[in-house]
């Protein structure tokens, strides 16, 4: 297998960056396997990109491609019409994504880190949903750790403010659209599990309204709700956190702006390749977006030893079904018992080694290597059935 990376085109999404380049790093250190890495020049237009990329596929004999999130967007769909055995699209958040695709939308292959993205993709793409596929992490023992109750900061928060959450949907000049919209938006607030995708179109069906026939109100929708839960979500956490009294590290913009307190330090954003440096000298981190899929900072956390908490949802329970270091909150519950439950959790986190994190342990089964090993073999099982 000769394997092509294309990494995500938008330096900002970081942790899709450093993914791409550990499965470059990881695929390479295999004697099976040869794998390089494209980076497109931003200046050239469209064609001459395909043009660029055809003749790198054919001069090293590529017979395998990976994408990564919004890479070249409108690529897409030209870059997997190749001569290829394989092309595979990882994507962290196809509710964003997918909705910037304007040329159509990958027909096979698609990867996401949340198995509920799954509902959303055969509707809106119609291509072949591959699985889920988290993350990897690095050791990041390097270096002095404090034993846990030594940590100077009981809670790590990384994430910036993202302003109040808003209802655009009540712009809508449909009274149907705006009704069973925050009747969905009404069943996400009490159910962590629950899906946004499924909640509308279920909700919809019901009065007689096909969504699947008007992707485009679907996708507007499904994204317009899943903005408002993130921004949400985050602001509760936040106010929990606030109204705890724990000694936190705040790392990210704007929030200082919004909240002051004794017990809250700020810091600015940090290189992801940092983080688990400072989860080093924490007690817990706060685990955002948890239903989106990703929970990278779960995953860097457990491996500096620090403990987790975060809002429900599928990827961080099944996560916690084998890490008693994370603690998982219902995030219907009042803020005043959300702090009472981090609270509790800083201590019992001090107290019981039984749940304090094995970062040693996590680390070798959740690394790159084995990440590109699973991701391998995911690629090879789907040549054979295609």
């Not at 491609?65 to 967007?73: D, H, S």
């Not at 799954?118 to 949903?129: A, G, K, L, P, W």
Request: a negative charge.
């Amino acid at each position: 297998m000769n394997l092509l990376v294309l990494p995500p085109s938008v330096s900002s999404y970081e942790v899709l960056v450093d993914f791409s380049n550990k499965l470059l790093e990881a695929t390479t250190n295999s004697s099976e396997h040869m794998a390089f890495q494209y980076i497109a020049n931003k200046n050239l237009a469209v064609e001459d990109t395909l043009t660029d990329l055809n003749k790198l596929i054919r001069r090293l004999n590529i017979t395998h491609v990976i994408g990564f999130n919004a890479v070249y967007l409108n690529l897409i769909p030209l870059i997997e019409n190749q001569d290829l055995q394989y092309f595979g699209w990882l994507v962290d958040y196809p509710v964003y994504h997918i909705s910037r695709l304007d040329s159509g939308y990958p027909s096979r292959n698609i990867f996401t880190s949340n198995p509920n993205h799954s509902h959303f993709i055969d509707v809106m793409t119609q291509s072949t949903y591959a699985g889920s596929m988290q993350l990897g992490v690095d050791s990041v023992a390097q270096g002095l750790s404090f034993p846990m109750h030594l940590r100077p900061f009981d809670v790590v928060f990384t994430g910036s403010w993202m302003d109040l959450p808003d209802k655009p949907w009540e712009k809508s000049s449909d009274q149907r659209v705006k009704k069973l919209t925050q009747q969905a938006l009404d069943i996400l607030l009490s159910d962590d599990s629950a899906d946004a995708f499924l909640v509308l179109d279920k909700k919809f069906k019901h009065y007689g309204i096909d969504l699947n026939q008007n992707t485009n109100l679907m996708n507007t929708l499904v994204r317009f709700l899943d903005m408002y839960m993130r921004k949400y979500l985050r602001l509760k956490m936040m106010r929990s956190i606030v109204q705890s009294g724990l000694k936190t590290l705040i790392v990210g913009s704007g929030w200082s702006d919004h909240f002051s307190g004794d017990h809250l330090y700020f810091h600015d954003p940090v290189d992801n390749h940092l983080i688990g440096e400072i989860y080093k000298n924490c007690k817990i981190a706060i685990c955002l977006n948890s239903n989106n899929g990703g929970c990278e900072r779960a995953y860097q956390a457990i491996a500096s030893g620090c403990g987790v908490f975060s809002f429900g949802g599928v990827p961080i329970e099944n996560l916690a079904l084998e890490n008693s270091g994370i603690r998982v909150v219902a995030s219907h519950k009042t803020e005043t018992d959300i702090a009472t439950e981090l609270i509790h959790w800083r201590d019992q986190i001090i107290e019981d080694t039984s749940v304090q994190p094995d970062p040693d342990t996590f680390v070798a089964e959740h690394s790159w290597q084995q990440v590109a090993k699973k991701l391998t073999l995911a690629m090879n099982e789907q040549v054979l059935v295609q």
